[in-house]
């Protein structure tokens, strides 16, 4: 049972530079979540899609971009990074809306400098 | 504003208790909510979720507790493990019920 996989696991990144955050899920499922956690914090929502083709603003959008051409795929686009995106990066995805349980990847550790 | 908060930052228990982790919301439209666990290293997992029409709900070990009269929510693990020591997180809907908003979470240290 993969559920949701993000690769990388661990990346470092120099100001300025641009990489892909990759998520992919296997259960269908048409929710899907970027989230971002700094160190002893709670979950803060990126960008969320209920359906291929269709994306929207969480609380923290901007630096970030991302698309949703299938279902299973759910990418995250850092154009420039800043030293302020250093964080962890979950994905996650669910079957309905938010209230239902949503299923979170492993994260992604990333370092700006 | 939406915001999900809990009351303690961390909560440290011995072997055997019974625990309770707390948590405040804001948002009275909430209807669902939902308690996650996370290790060290690794993405939330599910433990228990809870909707707005019902006070009480039981799992395995655990009782998630919801009183909308004050906005509170809260999380009992009877028999704490050592197992058990985590980050918890309360979680609530947000106002457009399209996505789940996080509090800060609970560190809890079972000790042997």
């Known amino acids: 049972n993969a559920g949701v996989t993000q690769t990388p696991k661990f990346r470092i990144l120099k100001i300025g530079q641009s990489m892909t955050l990759q998520c992919a899920q296997d259960m269908n499922h048409n929710y899907m979540y970027w989230y971002r956690q700094d160190p002893g914090m709670g979950l803060k929502l990126i960008y969320y899609s209920v359906g291929a083709g269709i994306t929207d603003k969480g609380e923290v959008p901007n630096g970030y971009n991302v698309s949703r051409s299938t279902t299973e795929d759910f990418p995250l686009r850092l154009e420039l990074a800043a030293p302020s995106q250093t964080s962890v990066y979950f994905c996650?995805?669910?079957?309905?809306?938010?209230?239902?349980?949503?299923?979170f990847g492993q994260g992604t550790r990333l370092t700006v400098v | 504003g939406e915001s999900v908060g809990l009351h303690l930052p961390t909560l440290s228990v011995q072997e055997g208790d019974n625990s309770i982790i707390n948590c405040a919301y804001s948002n009275s439209a909430s209807d669902y909510f939902i308690w996650y666990k996370q290790e060290s290293g690794k993405g939330p997992q599910f433990i228990i979720d809870?909707?707005?029409?019902?006070d009480k709900r039981q799992g395995q070990r655990v009782t998630v507790l919801l009183n909308k009269t004050v906005k509170h929510l809260s999380l009992q693990i009877a028999a704490t493990q050592p197992g058990d020591s985590a980050v918890y997180f309360c979680a609530e809907n947000d106002r457009a019920g399209t996505a789940l908003i996080f509090g800060k979470g609970t560190t809890l240290s079972v000790s042997s």
């Open positions: 809870i909707r707005s029409n019902m």
């Open positions: 996650a995805s669910s079957s309905g809306t938010a209230n239902t349980e949503a299923f």
